[in-house]
């Protein structure tokens, strides 16, 4: 990776992304340090820091920090994430829509235009859910959101909602600035500098841990094996993604043998990738988002909830027994979801005989698209019970360890190392379509 970068550094017009690249993530963390008028930052952070790995934890973590300080970036690009969860689900529902999709560059510019309002308007939803919980919240009888009552109240509101909404639309167009002037991966490029900027507080905590055990062996002696477990664990993660990232299924293809006046085309044997880990982080990323959906449902409604309702958000909680089991299942729908959007196995049967190509052993037509689905289907279930692993290991080791606070779990792991392949793969083929020989070499 680190030699793939240095030689895309030596080609200018690569130079010239990368420092675009690298002056947009300064101004995104220059942006996570702004803060928001009229938010107590250190009765927030307390907030934050009282909860752990719940509710705001996960937001705080993608937003790199910016939430837990009040800042302009607080919500991060949640908004236009599930903005464009959302489109994804209606280009398949709508046929109007998945017209558009398939009318080219213009059509993904007018649904990319359509994103981008869709991202705004679910920036307001989601501002004015977290100014109410922020607003019904204290910390040790203090107020998270200052000057409340009287007329300025509505003021306050004001300010606060729009400035959430203004941080959101302001990281959405940085993150589009990546995609046309910089390296590509805009949105997740960000996601990936607020996750790292969370890493040394990660050392911080572990520290604490390691500390607590040096000053108190008798009590807290075990920590003496699970920080260092963790970091292991944590080491071996990073090896089993890089490692499903990229393996592969290869279903063989025999192309037959045809005479066009006189030359031969054909002949030749060939394969169909089709990659374990497919989807990506996407399955976790919709799961989570069906999650969120009764703690923002908690924000509206406040701390001050009978015992039915506090016990069903207690269950909803990143921390709770129902939450994990859910996240587990919906992660396997949401992966055979997504597969049945990417691949078509009627469409590829139809493919490989119109150009003369047959699986050998199959025959072609239905067998071949059966034949084609059952692969698919097998992929998809030994790569979405990756993803679940993944995603739950943080909130297991949690539970049994009692080390709760880590900021960088299965998750965001999984996010960190994905982006940094697809980045390095989209670099070298900018090389290769430049015929760079030192990289060729």
Do not use: C
Request: charged residues 10%.
């Amino acid at each position: 990776m680190f030699k793939t970068i240095k030689n895309a550094w030596n080609i200018p017009d690569l130079r010239k992304k990368l420092l675009f690249t690298l002056f947009v993530i300064i101004v995104f963390r220059i942006g996570s340090i702004i803060p928001v008028p009229f938010l107590d930052a250190e009765a927030l952070k307390s907030l934050v820091n009282s909860q752990g790995g719940e509710g705001f934890g996960y937001l705080d973590l993608f937003s790199g920090g910016a939430f837990s300080s009040a800042t302009l970036f607080a919500m991060g690009v949640t908004p236009y994430i599930n903005s464009s969860i959302i489109m994804q689900l209606l280009t398949v529902a709508i046929p109007a829509l998945e017209r558009m999709a398939k009318e080219g560059e213009e059509g993904r510019k007018r649904i990319s235009t359509i994103t981008r309002y869709v991202t705004v308007i679910l920036g307001l939803i989601q501002g004015t859910a977290y100014y109410f919980y922020l607003y019904n919240s204290s910390v040790d009888g203090n107020q998270i959101v200052m000057y409340r009552g009287g007329g300025s109240g509505v003021f306050v509101a004001f300010v606060i909602i729009l400035a959430f909404t203004a941080g959101t639309a302001l990281m959405m167009w940085l993150g589009e600035q990546i995609n046309q002037k910089g390296i590509g991966n805009g949105i997740s490029v960000l996601l990936f500098a607020g996750i790292l900027a969370r890493f040394p507080t990660t050392l911080k905590t572990l520290g604490a841990f390691f500390q607590l055990a040096v000053a108190d062996p008798s009590g807290s002696g075990q920590y003496f094996v699970f920080v260092p477990l963790f970091v292991l664990i944590f080491l071996a993660v990073i090896w089993v993604i890089v490692f499903m990232q990229d393996s592969e299924r290869r279903i063989p293809v025999q192309y037959a043998k045809r005479v066009v006046g006189r030359k031969m085309y054909g002949g030749q044997s060939s394969h169909i990738p089709i990659k374990v880990a497919m989807s990506g982080v996407m399955p976790i990323i919709f799961a989570s988002s069906i999650l969120s959906i009764p703690s923002t449902i908690q924000m509206f409604m406040g701390s001050n909830v009978n015992s039915f309702w506090q016990g069903f958000f207690n269950a909803f909680s990143p921390t709770g027994w129902l939450y994990s089991v859910l996240y587990f299942f919906l992660i396997i729908l949401f992966a055979y979801f997504y597969l049945t959007i990417q691949y078509n196995p009627v469409e590829m049967a139809n493919n490989l005989r119109q150009s003369n190509g047959t699986i050998p052993g199959i025959r072609p037509g239905k067998p071949t698209s059966d034949f084609i689905a059952k692969i698919l289907s097998k992929i998809t279930l030994i790569g979405s019970l990756f993803l679940a692993l993944i995603a739950l290991l943080p909130i297991v080791y949690g539970a049994l360890t009692g080390m709760h606070g880590l900021s960088l779990g299965g998750t965001s792991i999984l996010i960190v190392v994905g982006v940094a392949l697809e980045t390095v793969k989209q670099m070298e083929s900018q090389m290769m379509m430049r015929h760079y020989k030192g990289f060729l070499d």
